[in-house]
Structure formats: C-alpha cells, structure tokens
C-alpha cells in the first residue's frame, strides 16, 4: 500500500516570494487536507478538497491556496510568503471526504522564510 | 469553538516507569478522538480513535480510554523506543472536516 507522500521535504523562500508544496495522497483516498505545525505547537488546519473542490477551511488568509487533481493528488501555494509562514506543512489523506476523521500524514514539507 | 488541552507540556521517564498522558476537550457532538504519535521533524502517525465515552483501546504498552470530558494514554512498562511526542486530536459535530489538535505531551523514555 503506498502511503502518503510530500515534496519537497525541506525548502528555504524569502519573504515575499510564492512556494508551491505537493502531495500525493495514499491508494485508495480521495480526500486530502492541509495542515500547519509550527515549532512545538500542534497542527492547525488549513484546508481540505474532495473530489477537487475545496470542503472547509480554517482560519488562514486567502494567500494560502490549494488545489486537487483527479488522481487526487494535491497542492497548497502561498503566495507573499511572511516570516511567520516558517513551519512544517503536513498533507493528510482520507476516505470519502473525511467523514470520519481519520487521517494518515506525510512526512511533511519543513518551510523556511527568511 | 473545539478546544483540546494535553498535559502536562513535557514528561521524563525511566525505562519501566508507567505513567498517563492527559487530554482534555471541548467540543460540540464529539465524533471522533483521536490519538497520535509524532517523532521530531517527521508527520505524525496514526495510534487510536476513540468514539464514545467508555471506550478503551490498546496497542503493544500503549491503552487509550475516554470520558465524556477527557482522554487518558498510559504507557505501561515503557522502553526509550517510546520516546516522542503524543497529540490529540478531536472531531466534532461543529468542525466540519477538520480535526483540532492539542499542543502535545513531548515525552522522553531514560534507559
């Protein structure tokens, strides 16, 4: 079974700049959604597609935004990257739209602002 | 607003000390609880859910039980392999899709 899949593992961007992150979700999963983990902090939810549209979203500025591909693979972009971007950028998939919750992570993808 | 609260921040153990992670939650209609394992610089992996007050799960030295206003994780017997940190995550009738996590429990298991 193939698991989920994120690159790049780690990238360095300066303020400003426009950084594209991908994942490949695991066989068999149609969901995908994105989280933000700041250092020593749990994940904050960004947002989630399903059947490539977007299904929910937190608490983030429109700068952050995503898209869903019908092998539903996904991306996240965020554009005018700010210092406080640094983070780690977890992709997760799930089953028919998350409805129960359960999720299975990448590795992540380390963001560095400077 | 759901909210997830774990305790205490950090936890040293000795090999074979047991012990018990806390979480506590706030949420509207809880759908899930959701219990994970996370090593530094990597995603976090998958360990329980937990669906109804009462319930109980268990995996290797590891036991997740629920109450209505709380989870508990406690690790029997551990071994420095079991040093990571733990986070919860909560599901509820008001968030959508998203799950809401703690900050976590950073614990470190001493040969």
């Known amino acids: 079974e193939t698991g989920v899949t994120q690159s790049p593992t780690h990238l360095i961007k300066t303020r400003g700049q426009q950084v594209t992150l991908r994942c490949s979700s695991q066989s068999g999963h149609n969901t995908v959604s994105w989280y933000q983990q700041a250092l020593g902090q749990g994940p904050q939810f960004i947002f989630q597609?399903?059947?490539?549209?977007?299904?929910g979203r937190g608490n983030f500025p429109p700068r952050f935004s995503g898209l869903q591909f019908p092998n539903y693979s996904s991306e996240l972009n965020v554009n005018a990257l700010e210092l406080d971007d640094s983070a780690l950028y977890l992709c997760?998939?799930?089953?028919?739209?998350?409805?129960?919750?359960?999720?299975?992570f990448g590795e992540g993808s380390r963001l560095t602002v400077l | 607003e759901d909210q997830v609260t774990q305790s205490p921040e950090a936890l040293r153990l000795q090999e074979g000390e047991s012990s018990s992670l806390n979480c506590s939650y706030t949420v509207s209609g809880l759908r899930g609880l959701f219990w994970y394992r996370q090593d530094p610089g990597k995603g976090p992996e998958f360990l329980f859910t937990?669906?109804?007050a009462g319930e109980e799960k268990e995996k290797e030295r590891l036991k997740a039980t629920l109450t209505k206003k709380e989870s508990f994780l406690h690790i029997t017997a551990p071994k420095p392999e079991d040093s990571a940190t733990y986070l919860c995550?909560?599901?509820?009738?008001?968030?959508?899709?998203?799950?809401?996590f703690g900050e976590g429990t950073q614990l470190t298991v001493n040969p």
């Open positions: 937990l669906y109804s």
């Open positions: 997760a998939s799930s089953l028919a739209g998350g409805v129960t919750g359960e999720l299975f």
């Open positions: 995550a909560v599901f509820g009738g008001t968030s959508g899709s998203r799950l809401t």
């Open positions: 597609y399903y059947r490539e549209e977007e299904n």
